[in-house]
């Protein structure tokens, strides 16, 4: 698989509170956004992979509210995590 324990850990020690911390909104958001760009690559690959773009759209919605639930919790939180992934918001 793509992603192994090693780079999961990776993502959440960069992102996280420690390299165990799995549940922040952080790093849950920092792991959607690289599945999401894992997704996109294979898409861009097999276009006619609609159970994985189902998945996709999915994935984006369950980033999409968390970055809701920080922005109306904590907007400096919000803050730090758009611009250390670069998303647009």
Do not use: C
């Amino acid at each position: 698989m793509y992603l192994d324990k090693e780079k999961k850990q990776e993502i959440f020690g960069q992102y996280g509170k420690s390299a165990t911390d799995t549940g922040s909104a952080e790093a849950q958001i920092a792991l959607f956004s690289y599945r999401i760009s894992h997704l996109t690559e294979h898409l861009k690959k097999n276009r006619k992979d609609h159970a994985t773009a189902r998945s996709l759209t999915m994935l984006v919605g369950r980033r999409r509210k968390l970055l809701k639930y920080l922005y109306t919790n904590d907007i400096n939180r919000y803050r730090a995590i758009i611009k250390a992934l670069g998303l647009r918001k």
